[in-house]
C-alpha cells in the first residue's frame, strides 16, 4: 500500500521560510515523479512544484517561482520543498503527490496524479 506522509508545516510570519518533507512507502516500484499541491480555504487544489524521478526536471507555478526549490531529501523516498520568502497567501493546506513525469502533466493538473499524502498546514500570518 502506497503511503505519503508530509510534515513540516506550521506558522511563520511574513518574509520566513518553512521547509516541507514528504516520505513516500510501500512503493515497489520507481515512481515517476513527485509533486506537491496546495490548498487555501475556499480554494481549488494548485499545482506548486514537481520533481521528475528520472533526470531531475523541476517545475514551478508562476506564483512561488524563485521562492521555492523542489529537492530529493535525505532519504531513499524523500522529498522537500523549501519555501523562501512566505506570503500571506501562500497560506495553505500542502499535499505531495506522485504521478507522471512533470513535463507530461505542464500544468500541475492534480486529476493526473495517482497517490496522495493528507496534507500539512502552513500559515503565513504576523
Known amino acids: 500500500q502506497v503511503q505519503l506522509v508530509e510534515s513540516g508545516g506550521g506558522l511563520v510570519q511574513p518574509g520566513g521560510s518553512l521547509r516541507l518533507s514528504c516520505a513516500v512507502s510501500?512503493?515497489?516500484?520507481?515512481?515517476?515523479?513527485i509533486a506537491w499541491f496546495r490548498q487555501a480555504p475556499g480554494k481549488g487544489r494548485e499545482g506548486v512544484s514537481c520533481?521528475?524521478?528520472?533526470?531531475?526536471?523541476?517545475s514551478y507555478a508562476d506564483s512561488v517561482k524563485g521562492r521555492f526549490t523542489i529537492s530529493r531529501g535525505d532519504g531513499k523516498d524523500t522529498a522537500t520543498l523549501q519555501m523562501n520568502s512566505l506570503k500571506p497567501e501562500d497560506t495553505a493546506v500542502y499535499y505531495c503527490?506522485?504521478?507522471?513525469?512533470?513535463?507530461?502533466?505542464?500544468?500541475?493538473?492534480?486529476?493526473?496524479?495517482?497517490?496522495w499524502g493528507k496534507g500539512t498546514l502552513v500559515t503565513v500570518s504576523s
Open positions: 503527490a506522485l504521478g507522471p513525469p512533470c513535463d507530461l502533466n505542464p500544468r500541475l493538473n492534480s486529476a493526473a496524479m495517482d497517490y
Open positions: 510501500g512503493f515497489t516500484s520507481h515512481y515517476q515523479a
Open positions: 520533481l521528475s524521478s528520472r533526470g531531475g526536471y523541476t
